[in-house]
């Protein structure tokens, strides 16, 4: 049986990279393997896959019983298929908090560290192996992480994901600043994407006591082509909580390279979620948040109702 490779829905670079590292990896080491994502990559992931003459990876809905799997970038049943629980998840890789809720037909290898990308902890797993990573491996393992760190700007930023960064880019001859913002400039154009789907495109449900939130980030070089659409945007964040079963949308329009976050305020409850998570004041319908550009580390852990 092919084991099947993914992460969470709503693929993003370190998802979408890390399944075709590892599954190349599990391959190499004599387990037929393959990645696969749960719905459309962002932008930036499909610029990546390109860039490094990847096949996009087949989009599965969900997975039959018994099917082998490895889960990379995510613990969260919530983004994982909803048949997950009677697959054979035979290992999971990620660098996020333990959520709990999976649960497995044995014991299974798991891996978690506190880095700021996936596809760092998996250089280390692969030991003697990493070094006979072919070019395109290794530019996906250089993508992933100059995403996850917003080029070394997130504060989840490790000292081991800089130097493996730096290491993969000499290797590849590459210069990080420049193809960095080749990344973000793609990350940024969402202009084909309808007001849903931006808040769909990079999000996570959340719980805060009763409240539950689907938290949505943009980050983008340019928060005008995202801000613009803002009446929009707001309209379309009540039908998306409804259509997906929580209390509200929250969206953080994170700008690169100012390192700021410009979160919309469309109700009396994302102002007073803004003013008691960041200890601001809002008087409009959005707010920016100086410094605040990592839903992980500073957006999710903050959140008060």
Same mark, same amino acid.
């Given at each position: ?92 890789? @990620?660098?996020?908090?333990? /959520?709990?809720? +999976? %649960? =497995?037909?044995? &014991?299974?290898?798991?891996?978690? $560290? ?95 006591? @009763?409240?539950?939130?689907? /938290?949505?980030? +943009? %980050? =983008?070089?340019? &928060?005008?082509?995202?801000?613009? $659409? ?76």
């Amino acid at each position: 049986m092919t084991t099947f490779v993914f992460g969470h829905k709503s693929p993003d670079t370190d998802t979408t990279g890390a399944a075709l590292i590892w599954a190349w990896y599990l391959n190499e080491t004599g387990t037929d393997a393959a990645a696969r994502l749960l719905g459309e990559p962002n932008t930036e992931a499909a610029f990546v896959l390109k860039r490094w003459s990847f096949e996009q990876p087949e989009i599965i809905a969900d997975v039959e019983d018994d099917q082998d799997v490895v889960i990379v970038d995510t613990n969260n049943p919530a983004e994982l298929p909803a048949n997950i629980n009677n697959a054979n998840v035979t290992a999971i890789i @990620d660098h996020h908090k333990l /959520v709990g809720g +999976l %649960e =497995t037909k044995g &014991p299974i290898d798991i891996t978690i $560290r506190p880095v700021a990308c996936t596809v760092t902890i998996m250089f280390d797993l692969m030991g003697d192996l990493a070094a006979k990573m072919p070019e395109n491996i290794k530019g996906a393992m250089l993508s992933c992480i100059i995403s996850d760190t917003l080029e070394f700007r997130s504060p989840t930023t490790t000292a081991q994901d800089t130097e493996l960064a730096e290491k993969l880019a000499a290797d590849l001859g590459i210069s990080i600043p420049e193809y960095a913002a080749e990344m973000f400039a793609a990350k940024s154009d969402v202009s084909r994407f309808s007001d849903a789907e931006l808040l769909r495109m990079d999000s996570k449900k959340y719980g805060v006591g @009763d409240t539950k939130f689907r /938290v949505s980030v +943009l %980050e =983008t070089t340019t &928060p005008a082509t995202v801000l613009d $659409r803002k009446d929009s945007i707001m309209e379309a964040m009540e039908t998306v909580a409804s259509e997906d079963g929580v209390d509200q949308v929250l969206l953080f329009v994170v700008d690169i390279l100012k390192e700021e976050a410009t979160m919309l305020i469309p109700n009396d409850l994302t102002k007073s979620v803004a003013e008691k998570s960041f200890s601001t004041t809002v008087s409009g319908d959005t707010v920016v948040l100086p410094g605040v550009v990592s839903r992980k580390k500073q957006i999710i852990p903050s959140l008060a109702v």
